[in-house]
């Protein structure tokens, strides 16, 4: 606990969020979450039953929220309205939990972010009494605005949700990151374990995702991957790179005093 992630005054050991969708089922779904180490887990409201249906097997049973902090997702929401709903229904299923995350689709095929629309939802939400974490696009000015309003986190994508791509624009991510007073999570785009470092390293708080582990062959033993990638990439932010040098060679070894020189 000596360097937390903090998310609206609540401390958290693990930068590694995760989703609970796209699983087999609820038994690999909680073993792959075991192995990635998180303490937050997203889940899609509209996708994943939580108590909606009071017949058929809950997520509740395989994660307790006893055991991980939940985060109710706007998934599959074109609109504000719908997102706001979305996480009303949200709240009343989960007893006034009021940490969440929003997002807004632009289309269906990219499942870019409406940001004219998250932006009118994060204002209704906030006033509403949530704690908003918030997909958006990586504008570092937008990001801001999301600041503004008051939510607790902002959460850039890589590249599109689910394509694996990485991270395509470091750069607006170091612009976002070196203006927030918010966690910076990264989130959508990552496929392996050296796109998570790579987010880690560039000083961001923490990494969220959910296909890159459960598409991957062996979905838990990604997760794990995915833990250890976090952490080194955090770990090796905090220490800080050497300097890169172009055409200036520096040996490992020193070169004056050698034995029998």
């Keep these: 606990m000596n360097d937390p992630l903090i998310i609206a005054g609540t401390s958290y050991t693990s930068r590694l969020l995760v989703g609970t969708g796209k699983y087999k089922d609820f038994a690999q779904t909680r073993e792959a979450v075991v192995a990635s180490g998180a303490q937050i887990v997203t889940v899609a409201i509209r996708r994943t039953n939580i108590g909606q249906d009071a017949n058929a097997p809950s997520l509740l049973d395989a994660l307790p929220p006893s055991e991980f902090t939940y985060l109710p997702n706007t998934a599959g929401c074109y609109s504000a309205d719908d997102a706001v709903r979305t996480l009303r229904l949200a709240r009343e299923l989960l007893d006034g939990h009021d940490l969440v995350k929003l997002e807004v689709l632009g289309d269906p095929h990219t499942l870019f972010p409406n940001m004219p629309e998250t932006l009118k939802a994060a204002e209704t939400l906030v006033k509403d009494g949530f704690k908003v974490m918030v997909y958006c696009s990586d504008d570092p000015i937008q990001a801001k605005m999301l600041e503004e309003i008051g939510c607790v986190a902002v959460m850039p994508l890589a590249s599109l949700i689910g394509s694996g791509m990485g991270i395509l624009n470091p750069w607006n991510l170091k612009l976002i990151i070196e203006q927030a007073k918010v966690p910076v999570i990264v989130d959508a785009g ?42 080194a990439g955090r770990e090796a932010f905090r220490a800080g790179r050497m300097p890169r040098k172009l055409y200036a060679a520096s040996p490992s070894s020193p070169t004056t005093g050698l034995i029998g020189g």
């Design 190 to 231: 990552v496929g392996t374990a050296s796109d998570a470092a790579i987010a880690m390293e560039l000083g961001c708080d923490g990494v969220l995702m959910n296909t890159a582990i459960a598409l991957a062959q062996d979905p838990v033993l990604m997760a794990s991957a995915m833990n250890k990638a976090v952490v």
